[in-house]
């Protein structure tokens, strides 16, 4: 008979700060991983995210939490990274807070750093419902991310079997904010704001004030945002 050691699965989980990321770093832990949580300074207009990332992901239990600096300024092309104002009305298509492959570039530094952990899963809190419409959200892409992963390493051509998990991906904000909570979120801590201040306080009126406080009121629940 083997004695064989029962390790605890281990996963990369994406945590940039705002309340869908924690959400899922949440998730990740209650479905029983060791959680190795990943930041990404991609040159995002402010810091108050990866400092909120930097709370959450303590708070919540993460094993380690490594964050990544890649300079996504030096491409722009996008409000968040570029001389480009944030829109504070509903625009129509993809809004130009859309940073160009995001998601492709940080699944892609989370899949690096599972193979070097032994990691076979990755978590994302990309969300297609209440979301912004970006491409890189949508199942179709974590699905594809899925079967790239499994081609483009080493552990996958040895037969390791990497799965992306996208837990909020058929979620509402609203039972994003329930999940969150039922898990020990608090979300007073999170920051979604695309153009947070200094101090993580936010506008209350870009497409990711304006989600998230929609998601507050449809779960009828007090909006624990601050505001400047
Ligand atoms: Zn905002």
């Known amino acids: 008979m083997g004695a064989e050691l ?15 990321s924690v959400a899922t770093l949440a998730i990740a832990r209650a479905r029983g991983f060791d959680c190795y949580a990943l930041s990404v300074d991609y040159g995002q207009r402010h810091h108050a995210e990866l ?10 239990g993460a094993i380690a939490h490594k964050i990544v600096h890649i300079d996504l300024r030096m491409l722009g092309g996008s409000a968040l990274t570029d001389d480009i104002a944030v829109p504070e009305a509903p625009t129509s298509g993809i809004p130009v807070t859309y940073v160009p492959a995001r998601n492709t570039i940080m699944l892609a530094v989370a899949l690096g750093w599972a193979e070097v952990l032994g990691a076979h899963d990755l978590f994302c809190g990309v969300n297609a419902v209440d979301y912004s419409g970006y491409p890189d959200c949508r199942p179709e892409f974590i699905r594809a991310f899925e079967q790239l992963a499994n081609l483009a390493t080493k552990a996958g051509v040895e037969g390791q079997r990497f799965s992306v998990h996208a837990p909020l991906m058929a979620m509402s904000k609203a039972d994003i904010v329930r999940a969150g909570l039922a898990h ?11 153009q947070a201040d200094g101090d993580g306080r936010a506008c209350g009126r870009c497409d990711a ?8 009121d449809d779960a009828g629940v007090p909006d624990p945002t601050h505001y400047r």
């Open 184 to 194: 020990g979120v608090d979300f007073s801590t999170t920051v979604s704001c695309y």
């Open 51 to 60: 400092d909120a990332a930097k709370r959450n992901t303590a708070k919540l």
């Open 209 to 216: 004030c304006r989600l998230r406080r929609q998601g507050f």
């Open 6 to 20: 029962t390790t605890t699965p281990r996963a990369v989980v994406l945590v940039s700060g705002g309340m869908d």
